[in-house]
């Protein structure tokens, strides 16, 4: 089981910025599969961003295409959601996760299935 914590959500206005970091407490934090995951109030939670063990594969939703990007630090245990051009639909909790994920399952966009561990959220709220 990976620790996740998650910090970097708050209140910005539409098209400003805000990057979120996950930190995850594991020895071998190198060999997971990171993802970013939302849940707005009253939906369900939805996929956003996942990068590969090595930084070297990264998916996205289309929705969030060209204004997030995602990205991790193996030596810091730390996976990155920079966040820009934010609109108000991208108000949710933001969920980072953790899992043992292949690529072959990576680049179809994983469900939330494919992700063992979870961090408790952060929310981001973008204003009109």
């Known amino acids: 089981q990976v620790q996740l914590v998650e910090s970097g959500g708050g209140l910005v206005q539409t098209g400003g910025s805000l990057r979120l970091s996950c930190a995850a407490s594991v020895r071998t934090f190198s060999s997971y599969a990171m993802g970013w995951f939302r849940q707005a109030p009253g939906k369900e939670r939805e996929f956003v961003a996942a990068v590969s063990w090595s930084g070297g594969g990264t998916r996205y939703a289309d929705s969030v295409k060209g204004r997030f990007t995602i990205s991790r630090d193996n030596a810091k245990n730390t996976v990155y959601l920079q966040m820009n051009s934010l609109k108000p639909e991208d108000t949710a909790v933001y969920y980072c996760?953790?899992?043992?994920?292949?690529?072959?399952?990576?680049?179809?966009?994983?469900?939330?299935?494919?992700?063992?561990?979870w961090g408790q959220g952060t929310q981001v709220t973008v204003s009109s």
């Open positions: 996760a953790a899992g043992r994920v292949p690529w072959a399952v990576l680049r179809r966009n994983p469900g939330d299935s494919d992700f063992g561990s």
